[in-house]
């Protein structure tokens, strides 16, 4: 049982979930699920996002792993296989993903970063297609990469395999436009299994608040909900909002469909649209009033 | 554009607060192994100092 398990998480880790991907995303297409918000620019877009860093970025947090720590910390390398599989699995559960969530939030509360993160938040739609979908810049510099292969040199490799196979999971389906989460609020049975999920893991009603394209609904909330594998970050910190409802919109209010390559590889390539974040001399944030407003005020959870 | 006041104020704690978060594994840790008076790290130690001798 143990080995299949394994097996499970080595196959997640290794083709798994680009499959699991792919099937996800033809069943959601399938469905209807994009309806015409998914036009060329932004399909051009998605697919250049879920290729192009496994071909650049893997190769890199390759190369770190295998030949730039063992020259920079060589005596450091399994120095830590004595720690337990639970603990290591803790240890690792927590530095990668509270690691990711200030990533994330600094992204959304330091106006200078916001442009690297806006890319993901651009999709007018749900979906796999866009739970990749970042500017090259915020997938080179994810910190929490370099940080968990660090742990798996020092010897945590075993741990990690499972977290961050389940990882993917939880985040691949919070970002899918499958409401799986959903019968866990209609069924009253399980609605004490949803109150512990969802401040626990992020799911898609908290997820899709996150990219809403509005917070005049009460539902959305671009503002908060940063948390990725773990919800209870949020919770913690005062920056959750749950509602379980799913917002009406999904995108940025002041989304110009830049192109596809400016989105993916600005400050590199900077977009030819007027006015643009993105566009060269643009503004950092365009709505800056809005974005200067306090982002805590109305950073609570609804009491379900 | 500079971060409003209250906003720092307000990451600064948050990061306190995570650096306590970052800690508690590893606290968790040494005192599941003080509890089991264990040290199994100086094992290893023992184990890596005898493979580099032979």
């Known amino acids: 049982m143990v080995h299949l398990i394994e097996d499970i998480f080595k196959n997640l880790n290794g083709w798994g979930l680009v499959t699991l991907t792919f099937i996800l995303g033809i069943a959601e297409f399938s469905l209807g699920l994009y309806g015409k918000k998914w036009n060329t620019n932004e399909k051009l877009l998605d697919i250049a996002c879920f290729t192009l860093p496994k071909l650049v970025i893997k190769p890199l947090v390759a190369y770190v792993g295998v030949t730039f720590l063992p020259l920079v910390i060589p005596a450091a390398k399994d120095s830590l296989t004595w720690i337990p599989f639970a603990f290591g699995a803790l240890i690792i559960a927590i530095y990668d993903d509270l690691t990711q969530y200030w990533y994330h939030r600094l992204h959304h509360q330091v106006p200078f970063l916001w442009r690297f993160h806006r890319t993901h938040h651009s999709a007018p739609y749900m979906g796999m297609a866009m739970a990749s979908r970042q500017n090259i810049i915020y997938t080179i510099f994810f910190s929490q990469t370099y940080l968990t292969t660090v742990l798996v040199y020092v010897g945590l490799g075993y741990p990690a395999l499972f977290v961050k196979g389940l990882k993917s999971l939880i985040t691949l389906l919070a970002h899918s436009s499958i409401k799986w989460d959903k019968p866990f609020y209609e069924i009253k049975w399980l609605n004490p299994i949803a109150w512990v999920l969802e401040r626990t893991i992020s799911t898609p009603a908290t997820h899709h608040a996150h990219h809403a394209d509005s917070a005049d609904d009460g539902v959305g909330y671009y503002k908060g909900n940063f948390g990725n594998m773990f919800f209870l970050w949020d919770i913690i910190f005062g920056t959750a909002l749950i509602t379980r409802q799913y917002p009406a919109g999904y995108g940025i209010k002041n989304y110009k469909e830049e192109e596809w390559y400016a989105q993916f590889l600005w400050p590199i390539f900077k977009s030819k649209k007027e006015g643009s974040e993105l566009s060269k001399g643009g503004p950092e944030v365009e709505d800056e009033v809005e974005a200067l407003q306090p982002l805590f005020e109305k950073a609570e959870y609804h009491a379900y | ?54």
């Open chain 2, 1 to 54: 554009m500079a971060l409003e006041i209250s906003l720092k104020k307000r990451i600064l704690r948050d990061a306190l607060i995570s650096l306590f978060i970052y800690a508690l594994p590893v606290l968790l840790l040494l005192g599941w192994f003080a509890y089991k008076g264990e040290k199994p790290w100086q094992n290893h130690q023992k184990a890596v100092q005898t493979s580099a001798r032979e």
